[in-house]
């Protein structure tokens, strides 16, 4: 898998998952050897979760998520959860 089939392949699964009621991608960005993406979804029970993942290839080519951020609210904008592992993408 390339970086944008891996970036197809996100837009692919939040169209096609039922639990999305709809989403914006914030930001993209891919070359043959990585890619980023940062999306804003509504989830069908009206909460919110916030994602970004940076991908690579690593030395035998395989690709690799180094680094990732996903923030989750609930319906009345409460923060649900987070977790993030650096370094992050440069905005």
């Known amino acids: 898998m390339t970086p944008i089939d891996y970036l197809d392949a996100v837009r692919e699964r939040l169209t096609a998952d039922p639990v999305v009621a709809a989403f914006r991608i914030r930001r993209q960005c891919a070359t ?42 609930s319906q009345e904008r409460v923060p649900l959860t987070r977790w993030t592992i650096r370094p992050t993408f440069p905005d």
């Open 32 to 73: 043959s050897i990585d890619a980023h993406i940062r999306t804003r979804v509504t989830v069908a029970d009206g909460s919110l979760l916030e994602f970004s993942e940076y991908v690579a290839r690593d030395q035998s080519g395989k690709l690799q998520i180094l680094a990732y951020g996903y923030h989750g609210e």
